[in-house]
């Protein structure tokens, strides 16, 4: 009796939950394997909710992605046709937000200080 067991598919990076700047290089990395097949890595297929199809294999860099909340999928099929499948959450904030951020809560830091006057 012949067992297809599906393979597994692992994302090292990015990091779950994460963020990235606008326009930053984002590394996709990723392994695959399969008992029946072994090593899958090279059959990644790297996937955006936002922006569809990143690429393929173990390793990707993008610098392109799109603002907003990426689902990033990463999924590899067997010769049995079975497949795997694991995604992460990477947030690329609005160009010029987190500075427009910091920015702010600068100004905000300064709008609070006491005003010395000074007898003269």
Do not use: K
């Not at 590394?27 to 072994?38: N, Y």
């Not at 995604?87 to 904030?93: A, C, K, Q």
């Amino acid at each position: 009796m012949n067992v297809n067991d599906p393979p597994t598919v692992s994302i090292t990076s990015p990091v779950g939950g994460s963020s990235v700047s606008f326009g930053d290089p984002v590394d996709l990395i990723g392994t695959a394997g399969d008992a029946e097949d072994g090593d899958l890595t090279s059959l990644i297929a790297w996937s955006s909710d936002l922006d569809g199809v990143l690429g393929g294999g173990g390793s990707v860099t993008r610098s392109d992605l799109s603002e907003g909340t990426h689902t990033l999928s990463a999924d590899v099929a067997d010769s049995g046709s079975l497949t795997g499948h694991t995604e992460v959450v990477l947030t690329v904030p609005e160009p010029g937000m987190l500075e427009a951020l910091i920015l702010g809560f600068a100004l905000l830091m300064l709008l609070q200080r006491p005003v010395r006057s000074r007898n003269t």
